[in-house]
């Protein structure tokens, strides 16, 4: 891979950390699809949020719970307190505005304001379809997701794509039915057979285009859980894109 094709996948994954998608054949569940553990968390760690109106602390709380629970069905416990830190304006990675953005460095998820989110939210037809809180919320559910997956694997490194397949798979499963049903309706993707899309040269591609991928992989039947553990446990491992060159 040239310098030039890292350097655009190293700004599109930057990207895609933040940006929200969906799409892809419907499933219509909400719990983590065929293997639950466990319904609920054995315990919920401290949730800390500064710079939230009384109106956001409350749906960014409820989109961190969300985001344990459905790590819980799998028996995976959040292991660290969740931070917040909701900004005015949007976020900004490698130049360009996000919604939100988990800084590995300070342990704290850099949110934008409803504010700030609707505006953008307004300017893509892919999300200024769907009730906004309900948006809202899903943000910090795949924030939450990143955080609590990166938890898990320690020091281990993985592709790119593989922390985004856990958070964009989670996000999306955490919508209502409903509404993910309004957003993957225009939407066709299949899914895919095993993991070979899914590789880092696939966050050149629109996010709402992986997200698809993602959770049309994910909401499979016999993968969710197993997925999700066997891929904090080691035991499955993404394509590298050298692998396809």
């Known amino acids: 891979m040239n310098r030039s094709a890292a350097y655009l996948i190293s700004i599109a994954a930057s990207l895609i950390l933040v940006l929200w998608t969906g799409a892809t054949a419907v499933s219509q569940q909400t719990s983590l699809h065929n293997k639950r553990l466990s319904g609920a968390p054995s315990s919920i ?65 850099r949110l934008a304001s409803t504010k700030a989110c609707r505006a953008m939210a307004k300017t893509n ?39 985004e397949y856990v958070a964009y798979a989670l996000q999306i499963t955490s919508l209502p039915p409903d509404v993910r049903q309004t957003f993957l309706k225009p939407l066709n993707t299949k899914p895919p057979a095993d993991l070979s899309p899914f590789v880092d040269m696939v966050l050149l591609m629109p996010p709402e285009t992986f997200g698809a991928l993602a959770y049309a992989h994910f909401s499979e039947f016999g993968n969710g859980c197993r997925i999700l553990t066997e891929i904090i446990e080691g035991k499955i491992s993404f394509p590298s894109s050298e692998e396809f060159e």
């Open 125 to 163: 037809p892919a999300y200024a379809s769907l009730p906004f809180i309900k948006f809202y919320e899903s943000i910090v559910v795949h924030e939450v997701a990143h955080q609590i997956f990166r938890s898990h694997i320690g020091e281990r490194s993985v592709s790119l794509a593989t922390h």
């Open 45 to 109: 760690p401290e949730i800390a949020i500064a710079g939230a109106s009384a109106e956001e602390l409350a749906v960014i709380r409820s989109g961190a719970e969300r985001s344990i629970e459905l790590f819980a069905q799998c028996g995976l416990e959040a292991l660290d307190p969740i931070r917040v830190q909701v900004e005015n304006d949007a976020i900004g990675v490698c130049g360009v505005d996000a919604f939100g953005a988990f800084d590995t460095k300070a342990q704290t998820i």
